[in-house]
């Protein structure tokens, strides 16, 4: 039954690419709320407490680790390609629930139905896509995911800030989502095929050490992935805190919905578009390296954001800080698949992102009770020691590569 299945990107180019168009869709979902969302909070809940403002950011983080790690343990028995579909559906009455939010703790839900949502569909994707192209390409594929999920989640995160400052708020920004749900799941479920096969075969001549428990190693046991791990949960830490204040920031220096939305846009642009190239990188340079130089230039550039009020210098931090993430994120999970068998891949980058996801809740948190209590700029600048210090773990932790 496996006789014929051939790994690689050139053999499996048709499949790999509606993949890629489908977490085009995934990452578009979340760009919806990215530019508009604490102006949206203030202007239509009149919320001002950081804190509670960002608590959208700690529902959304918590649901989609949990998602992530059931989408890790399930892959190999429900099914990738089921878990994506039950994933889409979790993503159509979001954008209802927000135009329709009478108060905050729908707002909240409607993130927590969000987080559901983007763990299964882009755990899914991630997983399908290192099935599909074997060992030699993993960092070029991790880099073509990353990059449509992040460009079109940039795109539309310049787009619904376009249309909230032409339109208004709400309701018109967020009948982007209502269109990129549905036609995300009629993609998937009419061309996407189930990859699990390529696993069986790949089993079959899988020499990769089996990990003891999964969890723990990944965790912190595993030097090697415990290191990887601790990076995940301080980038997306980092990310969650920008997601919440930069546009505060932006807000406070008084630029308009356009130019925020440009601002906030540059940063998973660069991110999503840096990955074409460093994903390809992370295949033939050290991902030790590559994460520890990411790692830092994130840590740096956030920390002269306070410093910052002109609107080039601020996109060109942006622009820093997307380079920084893209020499990080498609390394990640080529690193953690390299480092785990093929039956234990799946479940392995499941606590990976878990933990990873998780670092959007603890952003929030960390970046909401600082701020209220001693303001944004101090929030921003221990966010950024944070990143620095992760770099220094990898810098010292992570083994050599062989």
Known sequence: MTDNIKFGLKENWKQFTILVIVNAFVGGMLGME?????????????????????????????TKAIANYFTGRLANTFGRRNLLLFGWLFAMP?????????????????NMVLGVSQ???????????????????????????????YFSLGFVAFLTGYIANKYGITPYPFYVGILISIIGFIISFLWVKD?????????????TKQLTNVFLETTYKNKNL?????????????????WGLLPIVLFSLHFDSEKIGIITAIYPTVWGIGQLFTGRISDNYSKKSMLFWGMLLQGLAIVFIPFSINFYVLAFISSLLGLGTAMVYPTFLSAIAEATSASQRAESIGVFRLWRDLGYAFGA????????????????????????SSSLVIKFRMPEPN
């Open 365 to 388: 948190i960390i970046s909401g009770v600082v701020a209220d209590f001693f303001g944004v700029q101090y929030a921003i600048l221990i966010i950024g020691i944070l990143t620095i």
């Open 226 to 242: 415990s290191s990887v791990t601790q990076a995940g949960l301080v980038n997306n830490l980092n990310d969650g805190m920008i």
């Open 34 to 62: 990215r530019a508009i969302f604490p102006m949206f909070a203030e202007l239509e809940f009149g919320l001002a407490s950081k804190t509670s403002m960002l608590s959208f950011i700690t529902a959304f983080g918590i």
């Open 195 to 207: 990859t699990t096969i390529f696993i069986q075969k790949e089993i079959i001549t899988d020499r």
């Open 94 to 110: 979001v954008p209802f629930m927000l135009i329709y939010a009478s108060n905050w703790n729908w707002v909240i839900l409607a």
């Open 119 to 149: 763990g299964l569909t882009w755990s899914s994707t991630v997983v399908m896509k290192i099935d599909l192209v074997g060992q030699k390409d993993r960092g070029f594929a991790m880099g073509l995911n990353e990059f449509a999920g």
